[in-house]
C-alpha cells in the first residue's frame, strides 16, 4: 500500500501517479454542459487513459446538484463544492493523491470554483465555458479551457470582418429568449468593436414579450444607423426578422445581416431555410437568406474515430444515466471538448511523472505539481489526440479554433464557405465566393449618408448617430459593472463568512468513480443528511 504517495522511486510500487479529479457537474436536462452529456466523455477517457498511460491512475468524484431548483444551485454551488472538499472528500481514510484538479463542463457555476481551485493552487480545466477574462493570467494562474466557444477566436472573427471590409458603423440584435451565450457574446463583440473605433448601436429584446410590429420598428431604425446588422439568438426570430426586412426592401444586397452561431446544434435552431407553407413567405425568406451570412466555428471533416467515440457517448449515455438522444439528434461539441480535456490532462501529467523520476526522490518531493506549474505545461503548444482533432491552447490558457463565415444558397440548401480564419495565426483569409445581389462589399452607410447629409455638408444625421451609439455603450457598460459589483460582492460575502462553506447537504449528491461505470459497484448516486454526517 502507498504510504501517502511519499514512496521513493526506488521502489517500483511509487512509480504508480496517483490523480484525483474533481467535478463540479449537474443533471439539469437544459444544459448541454450536463452529466447526462458529459458523462460518458469522462468515462471513455479514464478508459483511455488507463490503455494509454499505465502509470497513471485516475479517481474522479462528481458533485451534481438535482434535487434542488437551478436557482437554489447557482446560489450555493461553491458551498457545495467546499463542503466536499473539506468535510466528504476527508471523511473516509484514502491514500493522499499526488495531483488534485479541478475538471468540469463549467457554466455560471464556474467562476466561483476557479477562485477555490486557484486559492488551492489546483489545476482547473472546463470544457464547456470561461471567464470573460481568462486571459489574466495573474488571476486566472491555474485555469485552463478546453471549451469551443473561444472568445478570441470569435471576437478575432469580428474584427477581422470589419477590418477588411472597412466597416465603421455597425448594429446588434440580441434576442435574450435564447441561450445565454448569445447575449453574453453581443455584449463582448460590442466591447470589442467600440475599442476598435467601431460606432456601434446594440438593442437586446426579447422574443417572448415583443409588440406584432417590433420587427418593423426595429428595422426602420436600422435603417438610419448602419447597413452592417449583426444578430445573436434562436433562429426563429432571425427567421422573423428577415422576413419583415424582405417586406422593407432590405434584401436587395445593400444590406448584409450577420448571424452569430455558438456551433451548429438544435438548441440554437435551424440556421438553414426552414419549412414554410405561405409560398410568398418563403420566397420573401429565399431572397432575404441571399444577404445573411453566418459566423461560426469552421467544421472539419470528422475522423473515423470519432465517430466512433460519439456512437460509444450515445450508448453509455443511456446506459449510465438513463437518458438518451433523439434520433438524429445531433451531438454538441462538449463531450468532444471534455474528452479531449481529459486526454491532455492525462499527457501533461505523464510529462512532468517521467521528468519528476529523473530529477526528483519522490512526487510529493517537488512541486511539479503544483497547479500553476501544470496549467503552465499547457500554454502555447498543440497537443494531438488520435480520436479527435487536436487541441490548440495560446499563451493565455485559451483554446483557439479556426472560425469561418458561410452563405447558404437557398435554392441548393448547400452551404459554402466563403471566409476562413486559421486558430494559430488568426489570420482571415477569403476562400470562396460571396453571392451577393448588389455590390460586394456592403457600404456600412450610403456615400452621402442615411438622408443625404453629408453631400449636403450637415452633421446632424451623424450627431445623431453617434448620440446612440455613445447611450448604447455607456448603458451596456453600466449595465456589465453592475452585474460584475454584484457577482463579487456575493463571492466576497461569503467567503468572509467564519464557516462560508457549510451547505444544507440534502442539496448535495456525489458519486465516485475509481473503474468504469459498467464493471464498477462504484457508480452509485449517494446522498446525505446532517443525521447521517456532521454539519
Known sequence: MLDNGCQNFSNNSGTILQVEIITL???????????QYVGPAFESAREDIRSQYPKLNFTQTFIYGENAPYSDWLAQYENVLAYYYYRIRRAPPQEAPHVTAFVMAGGSDSVGSGYFATQLDKLFITSVSQPPDIRNRVKWPTWITTSINSRTSMRTLFENLILMFQWRTSFIICDSNSNIIFETYSENIRQALVVKGVQVTRVVFDSRKVLPDYYGTLLRFIKDTSRVVFYFGHSESLHKILITAAGQNMTRGDFVFLAFLPFRHVSFGDFGLPPLNDSSTREALKTAFKCLLIMEPQREPEKKSTEDLQSRWRKLSKVLDNSTYGPGEMMSPHPTATYIAMMALAEVLDEIRQEAMLTAASYKSTDAFSGRNVAARFLGRTLANDKTESLIIDRAGERTIPMAVTQLDPETGEVAIILEQDAVKMVLRQTGIVKWQAAWPVLDR????????????????SSVQYGIGFGTAVLGILSVSVFIYLRISRITGITGMTSWWVVEPHHISYRVSTSSYLHSAKHSFMSFSCADRAC
Open 446 to 461: 450610403p456615400a452621402c449618408g442615411f438622408h443625404g447629409e453629408t453631400c449636403r455638408g450637415s452633421a446632424h444625421g
Open 25 to 35: 457537474t449537474s443533471l439539469y436536462p437544459f444544459l448541454l454542459g450536463g452529466l
